[in-house]
């Protein structure tokens, strides 16, 4: 479970997962909740409030049979969607290789303000034919029916699982999916009911041709379908035609690899496919003009999307403490639309290459340097659009250190550089060509002084600038500058040793600094505005841990927060940012704004 708090907003998340098999009950329970809570809202605060619950209980009756209990509930208040469901039955275990699970139980289904309740059946069932026989499958699924008047859900599902060969050089695996889906919402006066249908086939293969020499095979192919129908509440005929749309996917990925100790070195393709159709039906016997301009728009939504990617990644062990890790690939996207009224039929292209060398000079000190590229084409192909066409480049530097400087010391250091260039592909005469650039400083600083007492320091910067660019001349112009100061020293006890407490204590400093070109409003000059938020406050935390994993802390930074706007009119040329106020670029504030963080976790 966590907890967060800032300025405007209160957010929780809680997970929690339980399995247990006491001497004749199995226990599996499921819960999971997340809140989101805007104060800075003058109405509807809580943006989102939603739980979801789910129990099965097993009971032994006899040598072959259980009770069964199933509990499921969604709950989501924002929206005042809920789902209550609870099923009662028998698990019945005719062999040791099958199990058949019929449910009886009751649904409640409220959406849109209409409660809707009524009986629903429920079957799960698995086997495990391939026990002894690898060539016999294992098929799982489930069945459920909810008669919840005036509307109804289907839900089935069957997967089957074929391994038929599983050695030291060949493993080979078949799997089928098959789905079907209905459901009924509603859309104002109408049920809009929504039936889905899936079917999914993927096959893997893994051969070690020689020793330390291999390939793998994926291959994929799913075939899904959507109808939505519409009945009218207050008549039987239907307010709205019947929609469909088919989409089927391909995937598809090859790769072979060599592996030993001072060389790995992997080379694959990849390939993806995926195709959409959409379909109207005439249900409302429209006039034919009529009926054509709906099919006409529900076409445009069709598109063909093929995705390829070559790739190389390898490692190195250069020397017994230095290796060298790499990757690069090429992907090409390629986006069609059959409709000649959509214009969004583009091409975009992707290279990137990545290298990391790795040294460890001692025991005590290591070293890290990463340098990554990447070059992005993305093109319309219409020319209406093609002033969206731009080429991007972007290149990073990273360094890092870890020193062991002294007993019960240790240094870390890192640093980094991110540039990202985008550039249109035609003359920039509306000055939108930009460039960004992020450095990023960090240090931390520790000291374990006792197995019950230790010491941390944290220094972090990072300045993060956007500018006009002049590609042609490779010049800048700073547009948006802010840099990003904090400083941090916290302090930990710890006592106990099965279960142990740990306080800590500190002090953080975090200061925001931001340089922007803007427009005053009032007499329309340009101006370099500057913003500055501190945040300034001790840190104190408590938290409890106990050998089984479970553990619970609470920490609060007692911050006063401080904004300040000064401005100062400059000579230079104007930008596309929106004209401000005085009252926006001259004013501030001081407040004292607590943050908070709760996190709980329990291993049973």
Not at 189 to 215: A, H, M, W
Not at 315 to 321: A, G, I, M, Q, S
Not at 333 to 358: H, V
């Amino acid at each position: 479970m966590t907890a967060r708090q800032n300025n405007f907003t209160i957010s929780t998340r809680q997970y929690l997962r339980y399995e247990r098999n006491f001497n004749r009950i199995k226990i599996n329970a499921f819960q999971q909740q997340e809140n989101l809570y805007n104060q800075s809202l003058t109405r509807s605060k809580w943006v989102q409030a939603s739980w979801q619950h789910q129990l099965w209980l097993q009971y032994p009756l006899l040598p072959k049979f259980s009770l069964t209990h199933w509990f499921d509930a969604d709950v989501f208040l924002t929206s005042h969607n809920q789902k209550w469901q609870g099923y009662m039955g028998i698990t019945w275990n005719p062999i040791p290789q099958m199990e058949i699970t019929p449910l009886a139980g009751y649904s409640i289904d409220e959406r849109n303000g209409r409660q809707d309740k009524g009986f629903s059946p429920a079957i799960f069932y698995k086997w495990n034919a391939n026990a002894g026989n690898n060539w016999l499958p294992v098929i799982q699924g489930y069945s459920r029916r909810k008669y919840i008047t005036p509307r109804i859900q289907d839900n089935h599902q069957a997967l089957i699982t074929w391994a038929p060969v599983q050695s030291q050089s060949v493993n080979w695996y078949l799997q089928q999916m098959i789905a079907y889906h209905e459901l009924d919402d509603y859309s104002g006066n109408t049920i809009q009911r929504i039936l889905s249908d899936t079917f999914k086939t993927s096959s893997g293969l893994q051969y070690l041709i020689v020793k330390s020499v291999g390939i793998d095979l994926l291959q994929e192919v799913t075939f899904q379908r959507r109808q939505f129908k519409y009945k009218s509440l207050d008549f039987n005929a239907p307010n709205q035609n019947t929609v469909i749309f088919s989409q089927p996917e391909i995937k598809s990925q090859i790769s072979g690899y060599l592996q030993t100790n001072k060389l790995q070195i992997r080379v694959g393709y990849a390939y993806e496919l995926v195709r959409r159709f959409y379909k109207i039906n005439n249900n409302q016997q429209l006039p034919e003009i009529s009926f054509a301009e709906l099919v006409t728009k529900e076409k445009e939504k069709e598109y063909y999307a093929g995705f390829q990617k070559v790739f190389i990644s390898f490692w190195l062990k250069v020397l017994p403490r230095h290796s060298l890790e790499g990757e690069t690939s090429a992907q090409y996207l390629q986006y069609d639309t059959p409709s000649k009224i959509n214009i969004d039929d583009r091409d975009e292209l992707t290279r990137i290459i990545r290298l990391n060398w790795m040294s460890k000079w001692t025991r005590k000190f290591r070293m890290q340097y990463e340098w990554t590229g990447q070059y992005r084409y993305f093109g319309f192909l219409s020319n209406i659009k093609s002033q969206d066409n731009y080429e991007q480049y972007q290149l990073k530097l990273k360094s890092s250190a870890e020193w062991d400087f002294a007993p019960q010391w240790r240094l870390i250091l890192e640093q980094s550089v991110n540039s990202l260039y985008n550039v249109k592909t035609f003359e920039d005469t509306q000055f939108t060509d930009r460039s960004t650039r992020n450095l990023e400083s960090k240090l931390n600083l520790t000291k374990i002084w006792s197995p019950a007492f230790r010491s941390e320091f944290k220094i972090e910067r990072k300045v993060l600038r956007i500018s006009w660019l002049n590609w042609d001349q490779f010049s800048e112009s700073p547009l948006d500058s802010t840099w990003f100061h904090t400083l941090e020293s916290t302090h930990e006890w710890r006592w106990g040793k099965n279960k142990a407490w740990t306080g800590k204590i500190g002090y953080r400093f975090f200061r925001q600094v931001r340089h922007q070109l803007a427009i005053l409003s009032e007499d329309f000059s340009v101006i370099q505005w500057r913003q500055i938020n501190q945040q300034i406050g001790p840190l104190t935390g408590l938290s409890f841990r106990t050998l089984e994993g479970s553990w619970v802390f609470m920490m609060a930074w007692w911050q006063v927060q401080q904004f300040d706007n000064r401005y100062q009119r400059i000579t230079g040329r104007a930008t596309l940012n929106q004209p401000k106020s005085l009252s926006e670029v001259d004013n501030s504030s001081r407040s004292f704004v607590p943050y908070f963080e709760i996190g709980i976790r329990f291993v049973l």
